[in-house]
């Protein structure tokens, strides 16, 4: 993340100073039920319970990532909290950001594992994360340390992460043993943490203190605590770490400056905003949130749905499009992702609205889920690369924990390549990331369903005691077509909504082979209202077209080509022969999914960004003549 949260990770913190629902409340039919809560929600994420993951990259991707998290020893990763406590210490040494121990990371492993067994029952991620978690309660109860810090007063991130992962052990894992760790954390995090909240700035001296801090991100798990428990200890803990000096910009009148502040952290504290929402019910946090949305997506994003160049924001003056000159550290890919699909999700549910998707959708193709895997050195694939390539930037690549950090997206040619310690923060978004395609693809009202994500899947779920499942078959988007299959124990009229993604020019509904006439705007749910009977099928097709975007409206011949939510990247040359913009003139297909060749010799072929190996040179943007 930023100089000081590495040098956080390595020296252990010496250098951080510091609309109405149809007038339903959220309380009447969400998966939490509790009435607490006080700011309204139009729709609910299904909070990983019914949906299974059913084919395709993300399934694959999501294996994939299990499988690598249940394979770190459990020895290796209490080693440090063990060895700080003076209790037996078997294991490795975990080395890189996790030298004296795995804070940085450890509670975002416990929230992500609760999560998977919540969405799969898989008992191998629950046992794993209990003993984890057991362990680390054994080290913290001996000496009163949560986590290995010179400077325990500004810790406030690891505590923030660990936080996380006992409320989801609590609430996903159903894990009782959380709830005394979570109280004795919080009161601990009450009498040792920092309350001064300097403000994070890009020019005064306290700025990257404070911003090694990061506080601004603690209230959104202290009121999740508080949302799920009930407990006003959690919810009056989480009132002091508020940021309104930076929420409320966006809302105010004047320029937005928000250039140089740590781009990851200050989207992922909107999410704390949203919390804030909901907790007080006070609508100016949702305008906050909704306003930074738009904020962003008119200044700070790339075509694939990532920001912050050299992990910064920046100013709206052409400085997005000019970072594709010199800045490699184009994107934080996991934490960045992260930041985004809570915010998304949040913004869903709160609103009702379709057009937060997009976002999500961008990242999931273009983002986490065009990551490099996580890299294990007894892995042929990762012993096979080490062999040809050795080192890494001075570094053997056979480090552990090797984890894709950094998105390149630079001008004249990138590659995608490994953060050069092992474990850093993005190993510890990773897993969150992958573990929410579970919860980012459908959503549900008191009378609807809602499919967000077009990805092989399935859900079930209980409308009105009437026992629904609903299967989605694509290989969406290498294809434009989608077929839903609707199955209720017994016949039931409910509304079943696609989100029409903003980019299409084009959408067809049919039912059961008619065609089926309703409203398909851009950014809008096309709403299937009807009775449903076992076995009606729902075949919906979304236009996939090819289309260049500009970076910014100071470079508008600064282009990346798209198809559909996918970036498409060539073979790494520096220029894209294109005729008045027109990619659909001057890209053919070659006969295999999402592959374009263009009708001039000196074009190459283009792919999607998520096909990109490890090293592969390639190219993401281009100036036009």
Known sequence: MTSTRREFVRNGAAAMAASQMLSHRVSAWSATGQSRIAGTRQLVAFEYEGVRLTGGMLKSQWQRTRDFYLGIPDDDILKGFRKRSALPAPGQDMGGWCEHDTAVAFGQWLSGMARIYKASGDDRLKDKALLLMQGWGEAFARDNKPYFSDALMSSHYPFDKTICGLVDMQHYAEAANATPLLERLTEWGIANLAHDKHPASATDPSGPVAEGAEWYTLSENLYRAYEYTGDSRYRDFGDVWRYPQYWGRFTGFGPIDIHGLHAYSHVNTLSSAAMTYAVTGDPEYLKAIIA?????????????????????????????GSSLEIEGNTFETPCGSWAVFKLGRYLIEFTGEARYGDWIEKLVYNGIGAALPMADRTNPFFNDIWSRHGWNGGIQVAERGKTFYYADYRLGGARKDYYYAGWPC??????????????????????????????????????????VKLTQETSYPESEHVLLTIEPEHKATFALKLRVPEWTQGASIKINGERFTTSI????????????????RLEYTISLQLRTVPIDRQHPNRIAVMYGPVVLVQEQTPTLTLGKLDPQADLKPTGKPLSFVGSHAQTQVMEPFYRIGFGRPYSMYFDLA
């Open 521 to 536: 705007r851009p950014g809008n749910w096309a709403v299937v209202r009807r009775e449903w009977a076992a076995g009606d």
């Open 292 to 320: 930074a949305y738009d904020y962003f997506q008119h200044t700070q994003v790339y075509a694939t749905g990532g920001y912050g160049p050299g992990e910064q924001l920046v100013a709206d003056d052409g400085t997005l």
């Open 426 to 467: 993005c190993s510890g978004t990773y897993i969150q990331d992958v573990a929410d395609y579970h919860n980012l693809i459908y959503f549900k009202g008191p009378d609807s369903v809602c499919v967000n994500l077009f990805v092989p899947s399935e859900v079930n779920w209980d409308f009105a005691g009437n026992r």
